[in-house]
């Protein structure tokens, strides 16, 4: 099997409204932390969370799925072998996850988590 999707963003001018949306209308539990304008969405399993909810109050609206790979960089340099740009180098968060972004050849946002 390839490097799984682990994780999804969906993203906002109203943080606030996304999370009622999608606690509301599917049942999801949401969780607002570590950062201002962003939530967890809680899964049936402790201490995993499935997605997040973003607030970007100056961007489109979008939604991002990250996918696990082993080496990021490594990763990265087939992105742009194949036509990808970087968007965010690999970047720790220190306690929470080790990411990147690029967009594809069509313009579509993805993310990177390390495995």
């Known amino acids: 099997m390839g490097d ?3 994780f999804f963003e969906i993203t906002g001018p109203d943080g606030t409204a996304l999370q009622s949306f999608y606690s509301e209308v599917f049942g999801w539990a949401v969780e607002s932390r570590p950062f201002p304008g962003y939530a967890y969405i809680s899964t049936d399993q402790p201490g995993v969370q499935a997605g997040g909810l973003r607030e970007e109050p100056q961007a489109p609206p979008e939604r991002v799925l990250y996918i696990r790979v082993p080496d990021l960089q490594a990763a990265l340099d087939r992105v742009l072998a194949h036509g990808g740009t970087v968007l965010i180098p690999p970047t720790d968060v220190p306690g929470i996850v080790t990411f990147a972004l690029f967009k594809d050849p069509a313009g579509n946002t ?4 390390k495995a």
């Open 4 to 6: 799984p999707v682990v």
């Open 110 to 113: 993805t993310g990177l988590v």
